[in-house]
């Protein structure tokens, strides 16, 4: 018999017992003041079976081997000791379809998945994501105790997978600048601050990128058109129509063009510029590939501020997070969501996960001032970068906006723009046209 059959059964035991007792204490009773536990042959209290132990198999494709042990392990092991976690699904990159499913093709399929949000489009059609709504009514679970962007982000994405929870976050990320203070006091210019603007730090370039020494030196990169676009929550395709739209593209692109056609600028291959070469001074990127470089900032003397702005979108990036799933296949379905929501709302593996370098999904600013502390990179210039990061909303998200074939139309529009073969208008025009054909194909139309 199952352990949820034996604790039913105990259950009405016990609610039996409850209502005899009372009457069997009434009827005997003399004025003596005797008790039913005074009575001989009384009934003994049920005793509430201990939890069978068991053991749920991780496919994990956010912790290293050290921090598996540390942040999830260890601490999930003193709140639920019967259960054992097996991470002998996998340490994968879970955004690589053709990994996961050499995984399950072996049989060795998980009962809980990590990994992000973006991966919900391999999860779900995969069967590694069930939907989680029931679970977190059954168990009372109020996500409005979690970071507001991001829990609009994941009832934007859900929908996509005729869900209505796809899967929990578990951290945040979102970008960032770094900046190497040696080359800004090598050439006596203003360090860059929280807020900027990127016409800010395209100023700041100008001062910087110079050859000097022999030595080509880079200012600023920008980004990508989007993660720009991201801060205005541009859309690429309309939900209900299925049209493509760029709007808000034409303020975009001007931007990047204007940092990468600084001379000297254009063709820098900038995570190395930065972070081998140590030639690029401000340089954008996820916090997270921010944490997995800190060794190079051993022998640098660096600093962090918020992602530079739009004039009129004071917001820095959308919100990227990691999260956790649920299997349909597992048969323990109640205990593998006890053990994915504890990691949520537990604040000892929120807090090991805020030291470690990423960032809690909690409204709970004690522990993101914790930030970085086991890496090293915690100070309380980093901290304040991240206190006043501000995510922009949700962009609409379309089952194709994400795919490669649909934009790549718009990464030529850029590349043509860039070179000066089409203006504005001419390439975001032809991308508009390019991208609908491919969103068409992809509906079937």
Known sequence: MGYHKRWLKTAALIAVAGTLLPACSSGSSSGTGTTPKDQPGAAEPAKETPPQPITLKVMNGL?????????????????????????????????????????????????????????????????????????????????????????????????????????????????????????????????????????????????????????????????????????????????????VTLQGYEKVFPIIKEAQSLPGMKGVSASKAFYTDKSLAMHVDWLATVVANAATFKDMKWGMVTYPEHKDSRYQTEVDFHSTYVTK???????????????????????????????????????????????????????KAILETKMAPAHDIHPSDRKANVLAPLNTAYTDYLNGTKDLNAALRDAQEEMQKQVDTELGK
């Open 63 to 243: 912790f290293n081997e050290k921090d598996w042990k540390t942040i999830v392990v260890d601490p999930l092991k003193k709140k639920f000791p019967h259960i054992t976690l097996d991470p002998g699904s996998g340490q994968v990159n879970t955004g690589a379809q053709a990994t996961v499913e050499q995984i399950i093709a072996t049989g060795n399929v998980p009962d809980i998945v990590l990994s992000g949000v973006a991966q919900s489009a391999i999860m779900a059609p995969l069967g590694l994501a069930q939907d989680l709504a029931p679970l977190i009514k059954k168990n009372k679970v109020d996500l409005s105790k979690y970071d507001n962007t991001t829990i609009e982000t994941l009832n934007k994405y859900s929908p996509l997978f005729n869900m209505e929870t796809v899967t929990l976050p578990l951290y945040i990320n979102f970008k960032v600048m770094v900046f190497n203070k040696d080359l800004f006091d090598k050439f006596a210019v203003p360090y860059p601050t929280n807020h900027m603007t990127h016409q800010d730090a395209i100023e700041l370039s100008k001062k910087l990128t110079r050859m000097d020494g022999g030595v080509q030196y880079y200012g600023y990169n920008a980004d990508s058109h989007i993660t720009l676009g991201g801060q205005y929550s541009l859309k690429l395709i309309d939900l209900k129509t299925n049209k």
């Open 329 to 383: 296949t597992t048969k323990y379905p109640n205990e593998a969501f006890q053990v994915i929501n504890w990691m949520l709302e537990n604040e000892e593996i929120q807090s090991l996960i805020t030291r470690s370098g990423k960032i809690t999904v909690q409204k709970n600013k004690d522990i993101i001032s914790q930030w970085g502390r086991d890496s090293g990179l915690g100070n309380d210039e980093t901290v």
